[in-house]
């Protein structure tokens, strides 16, 4: 099965109204389109936020056109194109893709439910959304100013038991303040701190792991890494991206050392990306944490209803390939080249 050529359309589909308010964000995705000499096509998404896979489409197809897909190392290629890859494999195989990457551990992929920095008010009425939605776990981009007073609010609306993801991207500083936002915020169901602190120390984390009966992570990248923060005693769960041969190193790592992961391989994806990142991580055993890929928060996942997102979960199916189909009609309508 030969690669006869690639289409590419880029598509800006807003935010929900709070998260568009909120974060001002912009944020572009390029869907691709592989065609074969078979008449198959494979899907895939390229993040377009600070530039377009299509400025190297001569690139590309220079690589890739006339190529045979049996000869290409499918786990080893960049997400964009993996996705497209294993599309096209598991369709000519009559086989869902994740059949191609490994054993299946789940059925279904949680999601976990975003939002950026918000007042208190506007985020814990987006967490009750996200609750009746059937999520389980909320992240938020977390401020020290409001933290605690937005994590009192999201238990009054959700009950005691709707989990909060604490992700400061570091902006709590210092140990010592990390440590009393941590002892403030015990009341709530907390389920991980996600990078809290500065990290250009590692014993800072070791301190905070011993001090605090929340779970601490990183958001890193790779086996090295963290296996050097496995070392320094420094997280008890990792969230981690890559492509699958990247990311299987990294779970693999992080499970032999007893450690859960979550992952993040592109978020602010469509049905395309996050369809691809369900069928990657539901075979890897120990990603037993919500994930950050995100076409909830968007007015549109461009599925038409293929992808099956349900009580904060995509149900992955038998079908071939991701199993799904892009809604021709709603990829015209956010298009912007």
């Known amino acids: 099965m030969k690669i006869t050529g690639f289409e590419y359309r880029t598509v800006s589909i807003p935010f929900l109204p709070a998260i568009q308010e909120h974060s001002?964000?912009?944020?572009?995705?390029?869907?691709?389109?592989?065609?074969?000499?078979?008449?198959?096509?494979?899907?895939?998404?390229?993040?377009?936020?600070?530039?377009?896979?299509?400025?190297?489409?001569?690139?590309?197809?220079?690589?890739?056109?006339?190529?045979?897909?049996?000869?290409?190392?499918?786990?080893?290629?960049?997400?964009?194109?993996?996705?497209?890859f294993y599309d096209l494999a598991g369709q000519a195989l009559g086989v869902p893709a994740y059949k191609l990457i490994g054993e299946k551990h789940r059925d279904s992929v949680e999601l976990a439910y975003w939002s950026p920095p918000m007042p208190p008010e506007a985020t814990a009425a987006e967490a009750e959304r996200a609750a009746d939605l059937g999520f389980r776990v909320h992240k938020l981009k977390a401020r020290k100013a409001n933290i605690v007073e937005t994590a009192r609010l999201i238990k009054e609306a959700c009950g005691p038991d709707f989990g909060i993801r604490v992700d400061p991207n570091t902006e709590f500083g210092d140990l010592e303040t990390g440590l009393r936002l941590a002892e403030a915020l015990l009341p709530y169901n907390i389920e991980v701190y996600e990078d809290p602190i500065r990290f250009e120390d590692l014993s800072w984390y070791r301190q905070m792991r011993e001090k605090v009966e929340v779970p601490v992570a990183r958001h890193i990248g790779g086996p090295q890494e963290i296996l050097e923060n496995i070392r320094a005693d420094a997280v008890d769960a990792v969230n981690t991206f890559g492509n699958v041969a990247g990311l299987r190193k990294s779970a693999a790592v992080a499970e032999a050392a007893g450690l859960p992961i979550w992952v993040q391989v592109f978020a602010f994806g469509s049905c395309v990306a996050s369809t691809f990142a369900a069928h990657m991580v539901c075979t890897i055993p120990n990603c037993t944490m919500p994930i950050d890929e995100l076409p909830h928060i968007r007015v549109d996942d461009l599925s038409g209803g293929s992808m099956d997102l349900s009580n904060g979960a995509i149900n992955l199916t038998d079908a071939p390939g991701l199993g799904i189909s892009l809604d021709m009609d709603a990829v015209e309508r956010y298009r912007i080249r």
């Open 24 to 84: 001002g964000m912009e944020y572009p995705t390029t869907l691709v389109w592989v065609h074969t000499d078979e008449g198959l096509t494979g899907l895939g998404e390229s993040n377009a936020l600070h530039s377009d896979i299509t400025d190297q489409a001569d690139s590309i197809a220079e690589r890739y056109v006339g190529k045979n897909l049996w000869d290409i190392d499918l786990s080893s290629e960049s997400f964009t194109f993996q996705s497209a």
